[in-house]
Every structure is written in C-alpha cells, then in structure tokens.
C-alpha cells in the first residue's frame, strides 16, 4: 500500500495534466453536441445530442472525482503513510558488505628489459570507398474516388485515402426533385457509429460539382483520421433517399 500511494504521489502532476486534457475534451463534446442539437430538425437528432452531452458532463465529474481521489492519496494519506515509505526505500537499497581485513596485494615481478628492435613501417592499405545505402520507401495509400450509392448525393474532393490539413474544402453535389436542404456530417474514425456523426455545415440551395463547405473550419479538430459525410433531406424530411455519400482521408 506504501508503494502505490508514494508512486501516486510521485506521478501526480501527470494525472492532473492528463485529466485535465480529457475533461477539455469532453467540454468540447459537450459544446458541439449542444451546438447539434440546437440545428437538428428531428426529435430523433435532437435525443442523440441530448445524451452526447449527459455523457460528456458524466465524464467530466468522474474525472473530478479521480483528481480529487489523487490529491487525497498523495497527500493525506502520503502523510500518513510515508515512514513506511523511507522503510521501503532503505531496504531495497544495496549497502555494500565489507568484512574481515583487506588482503595484500601481490607484488608482481618486473618484466625483462628487451633490448628494442626496429619493427618495419606497414605500408597504409587503400580505404575502401563506402557503398551506398539503400533506404526502402514506405508506399502512400492511393486516394481513390469515394463510393456514392445515388448521383443526387456525392463527394469528389477529398478522395478516399488522401492526406489534408488545416481546412479542407468538400465538392460534391447535392440534388433532390423535392429538395428541401443538405447537411455535412463528421466522425472520427473510417466507420463511425451512428451517435458518433456531428453537424459541421449545411445548405438552403442544390449544388451540382461544386463547393459543399469546408471541414476543420472551426473545429480545430487533432490530426488523425476522419470520415465526412453529404445528407440531402427532401420536403418531407427524409434523409435516406438518396443515401448518404462519405469519404474518408487523414487530417495532418
């Protein structure tokens, strides 16, 4: 028990660090959820946000609760604890063991006085000239086109596989014989789950081959990999026909 609340203390400062880092990140789950739920049209968006955000909060006070568990070890019970600590310490310790009196050194005889003889000059041998190093190159996945189900809903740029960053624009298009309007969706990951996807931009007005938005405009999102994904809602607010068109490509 004295070592783990002594380790505890030792590395307190980084379980601070790190939990703060993740309550930040959850707080920005929890904005953008409500952001989400503010734009959904359907009660069904609306409910998905809702518990984006009780789960962010819960997060949040579990990592209070931690922090302040933390503080308690490394410091009330440290307290209490550490003469145990400095007992631990000294006995894994190693103490040298020193016994009995020191021997004598033996006295070794000197060596024979050769007289010197002259030892010819070896010839220097050609340095051989160094070869070349051969360093393999690491493929870069190729950026294909993504895969769209209905040519009403598409995504042309970025393809699936490329490398981007900092704000990256979306082209596409967006149509519907009854359309009402589009949205852009995101997720982390190359398959997010369904409560995973978060609104970033929409559209009042049909695009065809051209600008859709641009993704990581106000996100400041880390680098790793994303999927964005076209909705096209109709007048009677269906989304699945046609069915969304996403890609997925690495944000640097």
């Given at each position: 028990?004295?070592?783990?609340?002594?380790?505890?203390?030792?590395?307190?400062?980084?379980?601070?660090?790190?939990?703060?880092?993740?309550?930040?990140?959850?707080?920005?789950?929890?904005?953008?959820?409500?952001?989400?739920?503010?734009?959904?049209?359907?009660?069904?968006?609306?409910?998905?946000?809702?518990?984006?955000?009780?789960?962010?909060?819960?997060?949040?006070?579990?990592?209070?609760?931690?922090?302040?568990?933390?503080?308690?070890?490394?410091?009330?019970?440290?307290?209490?604890?550490?003469?145990?600590?400095?007992?631990?310490?000294?006995?894994?310790?190693?103490?040298?063991?020193?016994?009995?009196?020191?021997?004598?050194?033996?006295?070794?005889?000197?060596?024979?006085?050769?007289?010197?003889?002259?030892?010819?000059?070896?010839?220097?041998?050609?340095?051989?000239?160094?070869?070349?190093?051969?360093?393999?190159?690491?493929?870069?996945?190729?950026?294909?086109?993504?895969?769209?189900?209905?040519?009403?809903?598409?995504?042309?740029?970025?393809?699936?596989?490329?490398?981007?960053?900092?704000?990256?624009?979306?082209?596409?298009?967006?149509?519907?014989?009854?359309?009402?309007?589009?949205?852009?969706?995101?997720?982390?990951?190359?398959?997010?789950?369904?409560n995973e996807w978060s609104y970033?931009?929409?559209?009042?007005?049909?695009?065809?081959?051209?600008?859709?938005?641009?993704?990581?405009?106000?996100?400041?999102?880390?680098?790793?990999?994303?999927?964005?994904?076209?909705?096209?809602?109709?007048?009677?607010?269906?989304?699945?026909?046609?069915?969304?068109?996403?890609?997925?490509?690495?944000?640097?």
């Open positions: 028990m004295a070592i783990v609340v002594d380790f505890i203390k030792t590395y307190a400062a980084w379980v601070y660090g790190a939990c703060a880092l993740v309550a930040l990140w959850y707080l920005r789950v929890a904005l953008l959820a409500r952001r989400e739920r503010r734009y959904a049209v359907f009660a069904l968006e609306r409910e998905t946000a809702l518990n984006r955000v009780y789960g962010a909060w819960t997060a949040a006070i579990a990592l209070i609760v931690i922090m302040g568990l933390v503080y308690f070890l490394s410091t009330v019970v440290f307290e209490a604890v550490e003469p145990l600590v400095d007992q631990t310490r000294q006995s894994l310790t190693p103490q040298a063991n020193v016994s009995g009196p020191p021997s004598a050194t033996p006295t070794l005889p000197l060596p024979e006085i050769v007289p010197e003889t002259e030892t010819p000059t070896p010839r220097p041998r050609p340095t051989r000239r160094p070869e070349p190093t051969v360093i393999p190159l690491t493929p870069t996945p190729a950026v294909a086109a993504p895969r769209c189900p209905d040519p009403r809903a598409v995504i042309t740029a970025p393809g699936l596989n490329a490398e981007v960053s900092g704000m990256v624009p979306v082209l596409g298009t967006a149509v519907h014989e009854r359309f009402q309007y589009y949205k852009l969706e995101y997720g982390p990951g190359a398959n997010p789950s369904d970033f931009e929409d559209g009042n007005q049909p695009v065809t081959n051209g600008p859709l938005g641009v993704f990581n405009e106000n996100l400041a999102l880390p680098p790793g990999t994303y999927t964005v994904r076209v909705v096209v809602v109709d007048a009677t607010g269906n989304w699945r026909d046609p069915l969304p068109c996403q890609t997925t490509f690495v944000l640097r």
